[in-house]
């Protein structure tokens, strides 16, 4: 069965505000930066099965990979230091 981009898109826009209220990050204010991101992930989640970072590459090693789902592996690291997450679409 073939994933819905809209319905993806969706359940990102869910996953992305859930977490923001667990975590206490915010959503970048730029909605077009967010809405870029999360179209990305959507994307990911319809292609190839799991919402990875659409900021990047993916090995095809999928125990390497799964570091690359979001929330990844690194991004409290990169909110804590930069203020943002890689992509820019935690904020602090
Ligand atoms: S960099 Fe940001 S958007 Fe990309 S996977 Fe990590 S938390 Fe998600």
Redesign the pocket.
């Known amino acids: 069965m073939t994933k819905d981009l809209a319905q993806e898109k969706e359940k990102v826009r869910q996953f992305a505000k859930r977490y923001c209220e667990l975590s206490g990050y915010q959503l970048n204010p730029d909605t077009k930066i967010a809405e870029t991101?999360m179209e990305g992930?959507a994307k990911n989640r319809v292609k190839k099965g799991f919402?990875?970072?659409?900021?990047?590459l993916l090995s095809g090693d999928p125990e390497q990979d799964k570091l690359?789902?979001?929330?990844?592996k690194?991004?409290k690291d990169?909110i804590a230091a930069d203020g943002h997450?890689?992509?820019?679409?935690?904020y602090k």
């Open positions: 991101v992930l919402q990875y970072c659409p900021c990047r690359k789902i979001c929330p990844c690194w991004h990169e997450c890689h992509c820019q679409l935690f």
